[in-house]
């Protein structure tokens, strides 16, 4: 998975999988926490597993009380988060 942080917007691209997620994209995920966020943007995720429900609730522990929105948002997370009763992420 690859990540980009511009203009307060985190945009995810590639797969949010077991096997596309390595533990240098969670350190890069974490560096990237650290700035504002005001928007994920899950326009280029191409596949997506419980890891990117994962990677979303990391999201929300890692920026705390700071408001911010989910954007563009695959229907395969959104069954994901549905399942998960998650809805509230997105």
């Given amino acids: 998975?690859?990540?980009t942080h511009q203009d307060d917007v985190l945009l995810l691209k590639g797969d949010a999988t077991v096997a596309?997620?390595?533990?240098?994209?969670?350190?890069?995920l974490e560096q990237a926490c650290r700035q504002p966020?005001?928007?994920v943007d899950?326009?280029?995720i191409e596949?997506?597993?419980?890891?990117?429900?994962?990677v979303l609730v990391?999201?929300?522990r890692q920026v705390g009380n700071q408001t911010w929105q989910l954007r563009s948002v695959p229907a395969a997370v959104t069954a994901l988060l549905?399942?998960?009763?998650l809805e509230w992420l997105a």
């Fill in 58 to 60: 990391a999201i929300k």
């Fill in 20 to 28: 596309g997620m390595t533990r240098e994209d969670y350190r890069r």
């Fill in 82 to 85: 549905q399942l998960y009763e």
């Fill in 1 to 3: 998975m690859q990540l």
């Fill in 42 to 44: 899950l326009s280029g």
């Fill in 47 to 54: 596949k997506a597993d419980s890891t990117c429900v994962a």
């Fill in 37 to 39: 966020i005001q928007a």
